[in-house]
Every structure is written in structure tokens, then in C-alpha cells.
């Protein structure tokens, strides 16, 4: 804003006021004296745009978009612990509490409650999305006698990263919209999509008669929760389900917790390949770029009735990957058509066939 006040600008102004009976110069007595506060003016000027920058949400940084948005009652989301399966043979052995680390990193485990025999909660002792990056055998950090296997086999409750500064940066322009009170649908999105582990919520009023609310919820990674964060949730929100409030949801509200349900998205299609390269080398780019779109939809589904799988698109994201020249024939789940969801269902990638 005030890149156009040089130095050079502001000793002008500052001469200008100097009678022109006194030597003006360069080099002269009142030159030396005003070009320094002339400096140190200009200075003022550059420190003038970062305060205005910093003194709106639209332009601030991290540190000060915090600070404003605290003036709304808006922190960004925390970091969060993944949470995992672990299996651990035999059976009867009691690892509880006992901590593992995971070969060739510096990730750390610690063995929560058990599942069923044998089959235990894992906390990852590192906040972040990294904690669902992992899965396979673990170690003992310290020798447990008798134990013979330790493997993650699954994700229960999704860590995830701390809250983007543009993330933050819409949710508080957001709160200007809709104010969240007294269990209405924003007041039910803001408490579930706060919770470890949920990536988005669904809210369906009177679902089931007067008082009834469904929260259909996917996970961090956007995916259907698993029994472990639904339960959690629910014990969150209204572990009753009885109308007396005595979780977050208001008193006469009966929540129930569920997931959407997850349709298997499998695609046969032609691809004709560049001169140098062959099908085997370009499969796994393929399969990045369908389940790339896949997850753009899923992120999307909350705020969205449906969600259609749009041939054209699964053949455009094809097409991008470098190496591809054509596609024909492209089948969604056998059909040469757009595949339409229901309100309650997200596509999940089921494999692709090249017929070529």
C-alpha cells in the first residue's frame, strides 16, 4: 500500500518545509540531519503495510489469524492420535500398556484396551496424520515374555494434522453465516467435526420423528468410520440417546451416530499408452489419479445431497497421467454411465481392468 514512499520521497517533503534561505544541499548541514529520520520514516511505512496486513483475516499469517479468531471463540484443530488395531499372538497374552515402535521409523506405540482376545486398541505416541501411514509388524520396545507376534492391521480412529491456516481462515469467515446455538444443524456440525478422528459430518433433523437427530460421520481420512469412532462419538454427543442431556446434545434431542456406506467403484476401461511406456508402468499413476477424484468427492459429501462419479472425469484424470495418449470404453461397476450414490454412500476405489 505504501510501496510508492521511498526514502528519497519523504527527505523531499521534509526539505520542502525548510525555508529556502538555508542551504538545502546534498551534503549540507540540514540535508545530514533529515536524511537518517528520513530512513527510519520509510522504515515506518514498510512496518505500516504489515500491520494492516495482519490486521485482517483475509491477508493474516498463522500467528495473528489465531489471535482473531479467538475473538470469535475459534482455535484451530489440534493435532490428534491415530488410533489402531493391533493383533497380538497368543491370544491370552496381556499386552496392555506395553509399547512397540514400528521397524525403519521413529514411530512409537503404546497398547490401550482390548478388542477381543488378542485384538487390542493401539495409540500412536505421535500426534499427526503420520500415525495412519503404518501398518504391518511391530516390535517390543522392552522384551515381553512369551509374546511370539505384534502387527497393526487397521485404522480406528484416523490421526490428523494439526488445522491448515487456510482451513482456519474459512471456518472463521464462516462463522459469520450461521451462528451455531442450542443444537442447531451448524452448532451439531461444529461440535462432531471437532472431535478426534472425524473428517465431516452429515446432520439429518427429525429422522425419526420429533427430537431425533442423525449425525452420518466419515472419518479424518474420509472414509467410513469405524465402530470404535462411532462409538466414541456417540458417547460424545448423547451416550444415553434418551433426551435428558447429559452429553454435548441438547436436552429433548436423541442423536444417533452413524456411518455412510461405502460403494465399491470398479473401472474397465482401454488405455492406449505413449511409444516407451507400457500398462505395468503406469497402473499405479492410473490408480492415484481415480482415487485422487474419489477422495475429492468424498471430502465433498457432507455438503452435498449425493455424490455422482462422473465418467467423463475418471477418463479426464486418466488421460492427465502422463504416459496416456487415449481411453476408450470406460465402464463404471459394468455400466457405460455415471454412477449416482444415495445420500447416505461414498465411493470407494474397487480396482480397475485395462481391456487393452
Known amino acids: 500500500m505504501y510501496e510508492h514512499i521511498t526514502s528519497e520521497i519523504i527527505l523531499k517533503r521534509m526539505l520542502d518545509t525548510v525555508p529556502n534561505t538555508i542551504d538545502k544541499r546534498e551534503g549540507s548541514i540540514i540535508y545530514d540531519a533529515l536524511m537518517p529520520a528520513a530512513l527510519e520514516l520509510k522504515k515506518l511505512y514498510v512496518e505500516f503495510d504489515d500491520f494492516l496486513e495482519e490486521s485482517f483475516a483475509d491477508t493474516a499469517s498463522r500467528e495473528f489469524l489465531i489471535r482473531r479468531a479467538k475473538e470469535r471463540g475459534i482455535d484451530p484443530d489440534e493435532a490428534t492420535h491415530a488410533i ?7 491370544s491370552a497374552i496381556e499386552v496392555t500398556g506395553k509399547r512397540f515402535s514400528m521397524p525403519n521409523t521413529d514411530l512409537r506405540y503404546t497398547v490401550g484396551a ?4 488378542g485384538v487390542y486398541q493401539v495409540f500412536c505416541e505421535r500426534a499427526g496424520a503420520i500415525g495412519n501411514n503404518y501398518l504391518g509388524a511391530i516390535l517390543p520396545v522392552d522384551y515381553i515374555l512369551g509374546l511370539q507376534t505384534a502387527e497393526l492391521t487397521g485404522i480406528l480412529i484416523p490421526g490428523s494434522d494439526e488445522e ?19 443444537g442447531n ?3 451439531y456440525l461444529d461440535m462432531t467435526n471437532s472431535l478426534p478422528g472425524v473428517g465431516s459430518t452429515k446432520v439429518t433433523p ?3 420423528g420429533g427430537g431425533t437427530v442423525k449425525l452420518t ?5 474420509y472414509n467410513p468410520a469405524s465402530t470404535t469412532l462411532i462409538d466414541a462419538v456417540q458417547d460424545e454427543i448423547d451416550p444415553t440417546m434418551d433426551g435428558q442431556g447429559i452429553g454435548r446434545a441438547p436436552i429433548g434431542h436423541i442423536v444417533t451416530v452413524d456411518t455412510a456406506a461405502a460403494v465399491s467403484v470398479a473401472i474397465e476401461t482401454a488405455v492406449t499408452c505413449e511409444v516407451g511406456y507400457t500398462w505395468a508402468g503406469l497402473e499405479a499413476a492410473v490408480i492415484d489419479a481415480i482415487e485422487d477424484y474419489l477422495l475429492d468427492l468424498r471430502a465433498a459429501w457432507a455438503s452435498q445431497d449425493f455424490i455422482i462419479v462422473f465418467l467423463s472425469v475418471v477418463n479426464a484424470r486418466i488421460m492427465a497421467v502422463p504416459g496416456v495418449v487415449d481411453v476408450q470404453g470406460t465402464t463404471i461397476n459394468g455400466a457405460g454411465a455415471n454412477l449416482v450414490l444415495s445420500t447416505y454412500e461414498i465411493p470407494i476405489f474397487g480396482g480397475i481392468v485395462n481391456v487393452a
Do not use: V
Open 84 to 90: 489402531l488395531q493391533g493383533e497380538f499372538t497368543p
Open 114 to 117: 482390548q478388542i477381543n482376545p
Open 164 to 182: 491448515s491456516t487456510e482451513s482456519l481462515r474459512e471456518k472463521y469467515f464462516r462463522s459469520f453465516d450461521i451462528n451455531a446455538f442450542g
Open 185 to 187: 444443524k451448524k452448532d
Open 206 to 208: 427429525i429422522w425419526d
Open 217 to 221: 460421520i466419515l472419518d479424518a481420512m
